[in-house]
């Protein structure tokens, strides 16, 4: 065995009801043996001042025998046998753990049992993007926030990604969030990759290009203090140092025939579902000479 890993729900257990379908999930690395020892001779217990019974484990090596269904059971025959009244209210675990990471609904410890694991870390890296919204008039669509780090300035409009969505849907969807402007994506433009940023985590931005779908601007998220359209060489001086890159970046390549869009892919794996790519395209005619 390499690991354990130790998943605790966020119904930590606050009554004997339904008590076996809210306990921590043990996942265990290799076939597990029976076991009819107690609980408490593997991990002792006591019962607290706040009605809790408290488990400390010394030795998380002993647990590595155990099936899910039998530490549920070893759990709930502890409190049973648990002189305690009013019943035990809750389940405290000590076991010496390292944390792993945590969700809405459970956290994660773990606890390496060799020097190398190959355990996953956490995920540590944020995604955001931003958009670069230019109508047929070479007008940028620009925001200004609310909140700031250093001196209000105008800005792109953007905003993190969202699980399960695609970086063009974040895109569109963040530009209608914050100005009401229906947009369509058409290409990336670059990526920014930034690192201890937001919760110490590393931080990939990604900047699109859209096409306006309406015009008419509704302010409408509490975020932004004011919205407009504004031409390239007017918003320039009063963009951002790096909003400022990002359009000055547009400008440079916006002739070439070259462009980074996306597209559907099939892995051909029944256990994989299709994902999106992101690559360069061109947008020569097949029969085009490329110099």
């Not at 001779?41 to 009605?51: E, V």
């Not at 230019?134 to 105008?154: A, N, P, T």
């Not at 058409?186 to 859209?210: E, G, K, P, S, T």
């Not at 919205?227 to 963009?239: A, F, K, R, T």
């Amino acid at each position: 065995m390499f690991y354990v890993c130790t998943r605790f729900t966020s119904n930590i257990i606050k009554s004997r009801t339904n008590l076996c379908s809210r306990l921590p999930s043990f996942v265990l690395q290799k076939k597990f043996s029976s076991q009819n020892d107690s609980l408490d001779k593997i991990i002792p217990s006591q019962i607290d001042n706040y009605g809790s019974l408290r488990f400390n484990a010394t030795d998380v090596n002993k647990l590595s025998s155990f099936s899910v269904g039998q530490f549920e059971k070893l759990v709930l025959d502890q409190i049973n046998r648990s002189p305690s009244d009013p019943p035990v209210r809750s389940l405290w675990f000590q076991l010496g753990f390292e944390f792993h990471h945590t969700k809405r609904d459970y956290l994660v410890l773990v606890k390496p049992l060799v020097h190398s694991t190959n355990i996953p870390n956490y995920a540590y890296t944020n995604i955001g993007v931003g958009a670069l919204v230019v109508d047929e008039h070479k007008k940028i669509l620009v925001v200004k926030e609310k909140r700031f780090y250093f001196k209000q300035m105008w800005k792109l409009p953007g905003g993190y990604v969202e699980q399960g969505e695609e970086l063009s849907q974040a895109a569109e969807r963040e530009v209608l969030e914050e100005t009401g402007v229906k947009c369509q994506f058409q290409n990336l433009i670059l990526m920014r990759h930034l690192h201890r940023f937001a919760f110490d985590c590393a931080d990939m931005y990604f900047v699109c290009l859209l096409r306006p779908l309406s015009k008419t601007i509704q302010n409408r998220d509490d975020e932004c203090d004011a919205v407009c359209w504004m031409s390239i060489d007017d918003i320039i001086p009063q963009l951002t140092p790096f909003n400022r890159f990002i359009l000055e970046k547009y400008i440079e390549f916006r002739g070439s025939s070259l462009s980074i869009k996306g597209e559907t892919f099939d892995p051909q794996f029944a256990s994989m579902p299709a994902y999106t790519i992101y690559s360069m395209k061109s947008d020569l005619p097949d029969n085009s000479e490329v110099i």
